[in-house]
């Protein structure tokens, strides 16, 4: 199915872009440089750089497979096409359980940090009525419409990547590259585990893809804006990270180190300026979740995959308002009940599984005949993206692999008593 169900097309490029910096630059940017350079060492930005390459390939295979589709759900799309309804549904169901427990994740980070502007947070009582709150908040703006709910995501990435693209480069210019014989090198399974902090650190580039039957120009507009981001957030991330390392102390041991290296640039009222950061960073981060992940609802219930209410689209707004509304509500109760922890272990797997689904899409794809964007080696790089998705799978562990065999049963349960019971759509 290739439709877009009455859907409002009224995203461009920029949209694209800052939907692609919200979900790369996160929460974790504000611990990633200590957590990598307690892996890595003197390393740190050559492993950072060589995940950037890998996921590279993998978002340059999305940029060609995306240039074929005009319509909602990415992944699920592409993988419907590729691989069948089923892989569709697989890709889907682990992609929406993916985004919840992100979704939950950032918005426990968030507060974290806001409780050092506003100690209240920390309580039960305040924190969960803040959650409930900014939930409501951003589900309505969403309800009202995709260009309002894009508009916050938007404004958010402008506040939140101003004052880390201000501070990167001028830490940078104050404490100069830092020395590579400064810390040992690692191990070499350091030296992997430091490689998977950096490669998870890179993800998220694909969640504009599913939101492909709101855009305008969807195949012009996907691929250059998608790739635009992933390279604005690659700069930042190349600044970042020697800043730190040059200019904060025992950066191994540092908790706060983005915190730090604004109190040796600016002085006492950086610590301040970074925690808001960070606040905004995590709404933003949130705000594109809610944009982006009741889509995948809406593509597997286009699909038939299930229940086809949560592919009805508002007739003033031409949002899939149900979609909208019950994610949000599913977020707020897993958020309140630290439910999401559990479906944490899912996530990673389910990324992996979603970036081999891409690349192999591109390979099955190209011989039913050219896309309009042809990406050079293309087939190579889905070959190398595919096998380096399997090699970090590998490292999972019982547990997590146990995790995803459960939740997928749970969904294939879903799938099978709705394919079997409820009505189908024509």
């Avoid at 979900?23 to 003197?42: C, D, E, K, R, Y």
């Avoid at 944490?344 to 964007?373: D, E, F, H, K, Q």
């Avoid at 995790?403 to 024509?426: E, H």
Wanted: charged share 10%; glycine share 10%; with cysteine.
């Amino acid at each position: 199915m290739n439709s877009t169900a009455g859907l409002h097309r009224g995203l461009g490029p920029a949209d694209v872009v800052a939907l692609t910096l919200n979900t790369i630059v996160g929460a974790g940017i504000f611990g990633l440089p200590s957590a990598l350079h307690a892996a890595a060492g003197s390393q740190s930005l050559l492993v950072l750089a060589a995940a950037f390459v890998l996921i590279a390939a993998v978002a340059a295979c999305a940029a060609e497979v995306a240039s074929r589709f005009e319509a909602t759900g990415g992944p699920v799309l592409y993988a419907r096409e590729a691989l069948g309804p089923l892989g569709a549904f697989t890709v889907g169901w682990l992609l929406y359980l993916t985004r919840l427990a992100t979704s939950g994740a950032i918005i426990v980070v968030m507060l974290d940090y806001a409780a050092a502007l506003w100690p209240a947070l920390a309580l039960p009582l305040p924190r969960g009525i803040a959650i409930t709150l900014f939930l409501a908040l951003i589900a309505g703006l969403n309800l009202r419409g995709v260009v309002q709910g894009a508009a916050l995501g938007n404004v958010l990435v402008v506040l939140k990547l101003a004052p880390l693209f201000l501070l990167a480069p001028l830490g940078l210019a104050i404490g100069g590259w830092p020395e590579p014989a400064a810390a040992p090198v690692p191990q070499v399974d350091a030296l992997g585990a430091a490689f998977l902090l950096a490669f998870f650190a890179c993800m998220g580039f694909e969640q504009a893809t599913i939101v492909a039957g709101e855009l305008r120009h969807p195949k012009r507009d996907l691929p250059i804006g998608m790739l635009g981001g992933f390279l604005l957030a690659g700069l930042l991330y190349a600044m970042l990270v020697p800043a730190c390392q040059s200019l904060v102390p025992d950066l191994a041991n540092s908790k706060r180190p983005v915190a730090e290296l604004a109190l040796a640039v600016f002085g006492a009222a950086g610590a301040t300026v970074v925690a808001l950061t960070a606040v905004l960073s995590c709404a933003g981060n949130l705000s594109t979740s809610i944009l982006v992940t009741p889509r995948v609802l809406f593509a597997l219930a286009e699909q038939g995959e299930i229940p086809a209410v949560l592919a009805r689209v508002s007739g003033g707004t031409r949002v899939p308002a149900v979609a909208i509304a019950l994610t949000a509500g599913i977020i707020c109760v897993l958020t309140l009940t630290g439910t999401f922890v559990h479906l944490a272990t899912i996530a990673v797997i389910a990324r992996m599984l979603m970036y081999a689904s891409i690349c192999l899409a591109l390979l099955l794809l190209r011989r039913r005949g050219p896309a309009p964007l042809r990406v050079p080696g293309g087939p190579l790089l889905a070959v190398l993206a595919i096998a380096a998705c399997a090699l970090v799978m590998g490292t999972a562990s019982a547990d997590a692999l146990r995790a995803v065999a459960v939740a997928l049963l749970a969904g294939y349960l879903l799938r099978i008593l709705w394919r079997r019971f409820g009505p189908q759509p024509n």
